[in-house]
């Protein structure tokens, strides 16, 4: 079937491009990620932390996005999703827009005025080249389960949101954050209660962590079955020298260290550091520590939530909105472990921030506290 989109250039294969995408997988998936936080950690005293993404899927015919921001102990979501129809090309459903202004350096985010109370104007601003993260390929039985390409960059924000009718301010100065741009065939994740089967996990510890300084920024992959033996690591190092150069290194290895909560609700990061190692000899260790502002990915569909998973077809348009009570028992069940958790970090008398993405399965040999709860 073709496209607007094939009215551009751009073709890879003598097909148009909704034929061509995974070779027409369903589970073909293209996804933009981007969060935002105040270098303080808090906006007038109160910990905030903004999620935003989009997944297209060509071969469903279908594109979602979600918008989301925590103040203090609630989460605000905003959902939505919209059929490709005659307009692929449109990055975004409903109030929700994405626009690359530059590639590689801005990018465009607003969210018009909608039900959920929740809007913005927000510019991100790359403070650093783009990492781009070694290839994600996994079978099993015989067949591909993932084949996925990532790239992920930092950056500074500038623009305005409003919240409850609360509006604020965003300057680079004073807001970080960080993107990722991933496409391929991704492995279904499915933990949404409302939608059984739920997937169990076990055995396993993993990390998606980002951290920003003034003149460097690292960013970690890491999965492992065995504390110390990586099954899949991609770490990247960028450091800006005095001449206003980059220098680039990827990591040959990575051990961890961390302490969690005694959080009776879920899995908590309280403090820890990563140590990596690069083939020229010189490692690098950062120190981090867990802050109050979280964004629970339940709320953007990951896994699936209420019985509504990213590239279901939901008709024309459709969207929905909440808020959920952190402090709820009932609702962290619902939101698991999935999340983006605001960091502070140290590295060589280098003070920055960031975020960290983890989870530690059930029968993994260290850090037995927290598995009573879901990885994912």
């Known amino acids: ?67 989301g921001i925590t103040v203090g102990r609630k989460q605000h979501n905003f959902r939505a999703s919209r059929s490709l129809g005659a307009t692929p090309l449109e990055a975004g459903a409903g109030p929700l827009r994405i626009e690359v202004v530059e590639g590689m350096k801005l990018h465009r985010l607003t969210l018009a005025d909608n039900d959920s109370g929740f809007s913005f104007a927000l510019d991100f601003e790359a403070s650093f080249p783009a990492a781009q993260e070694k290839q994600n390929y996994r079978e099993r039985k015989d067949e591909v389960e993932e084949d996925m390409v990532r790239i ?24 970080w954050g960080q993107r990722d741009h991933s496409w391929g065939i991704r492995s279904a994740m499915l933990t ?17 962590s980002m951290f920003q300084f003034e003149d ?29 150069s980059v220098t680039h290194r990827e990591a040959t290895g990575a051990t961890h260290d961390l302490e969690w909560a005694d959080d009776p609700l879920g899995q908590t990061i309280t403090r820890g550091s990563f140590t990596l190692a690069f083939a020229d000899g010189t490692p690098r260790t950062v120190h981090m520590e867990g802050q109050a502002a979280r964004f629970y990915l339940k709320g953007g569909l990951y896994g699936g939530f209420g019985g509504w998973n990213h590239g279901d077809h939901k008709g024309a348009y459709h969207s929905g909105h909440d808020v959920w009570d952190l402090d709820d028992a009932a609702t962290r069940a619902k939101a698991r472990t999935l999340g983006d958790h605001v960091v502070t970090a140290s590295c060589d008398g280098r003070k920055g921030v960031g975020i960290s993405e983890y989870g530690v399965a059930e029968g993994y040999a260290l850090y037995k506290g927290p598995q009573k709860h879901p990885a994912l």
């Open 152 to 175: 992920s960059q930092f950056g500074r924000w500038r623009g305005w949101f409003s919240i409850g009718g609360s509006r604020h301010e965003v300057e680079p100065k004073t807001w």
């Open 192 to 208: 949404d209660e409302a939608a059984p089967p739920v997937q169990r996990h076990s055995g396993f510890f993993w990390t998606w």
């Open 216 to 244: 460097m920024g690292i960013s970690i992959f890491l999965k492992e079955r065995e504390p110390g033996k990586p099954h899949y690591l991609s770490a990247s190092e960028f450091v800006r020298q005095a001449d206003g």
């Open 1 to 67: 079937m073709m496209s607007a989109q094939d009215d551009l250039i751009g073709h890879q294969a003598a097909a148009p491009f909704a034929q061509r995408a995974g070779n027409g997988d369903a589970r073909f998936t293209e996804r933009y990620w981007y969060t935002l936080h105040p270098v303080s950690g808090v906006v007038d005293g109160v910990p905030m932390i903004i999620d935003i993404g989009m997944g297209y899927y060509p071969n469903k015919g279908v594109m979602d996005v979600f918008a």
